[in-house]
Nanobody, 124 residues
Framework: VQLQASGGGLVQAGGSLRLSCAAS????????VAWFRQAPGKEREFVAA????????NYAGSVKGRFTISRNNAENEVTLQMNGLKSEDTAIYYC??????????????????WGQGTLVTVSS
């Protein structure tokens, strides 16, 4: 499966953005999907993940209550709704996919499919 991330942009602190991760090449069915982000000068970090059936969901503590991950398997799309954005959310956001155990998608070392990044810039 190939992943295409989109929806990044420039937004003021407190604003919202909606990121999209679209699959091509094959269906998203059976794939858990996650968002990671990498801020300038920092390591890539986990943001949120959703199981292939939509029932397993996990968030990083720093975004819990502000970000919402969801998926539409019929449309082969996973979205990340980001509200209450802060300057520290500024980063390149990457979507990732992995089959198998849900826990695999939470760890970068076990992910075998990455999309290109989309830049989110939050101005204060």
């Amino acid at each position: 499966v190939q992943l295409q991330a989109s929806g990044g942009g420039l937004v003021q602190a407190g604003g919202s953005l909606r990121l999209s991760c679209a699959a091509s090449g094959r269906t998203f069915k059976g794939y858990h999907v996650a968002w990671f982000r990498q801020a300038p000068g920092k390591e890539r970090e986990f943001v949120a993940a959703i199981g292939w059936g939509g029932r397993n969901i996990n968030y990083a503590g720093s975004v819990k209550g502000r970000f919402t991950i969801s998926r539409n398997n019929a449309e082969n799309e996973v979205t990340l709704q980001m509200n209450g954005l802060k300057s520290e959310d500024t980063a390149i956001y990457y979507c990732a996919a992995r089959e198998g155990t849900f826990g695999y998608i939470l760890t970068m070392g076990r992910i075998n499919t990455w999309g290109q990044g989309t830049l989110v810039t939050v101005s204060s």
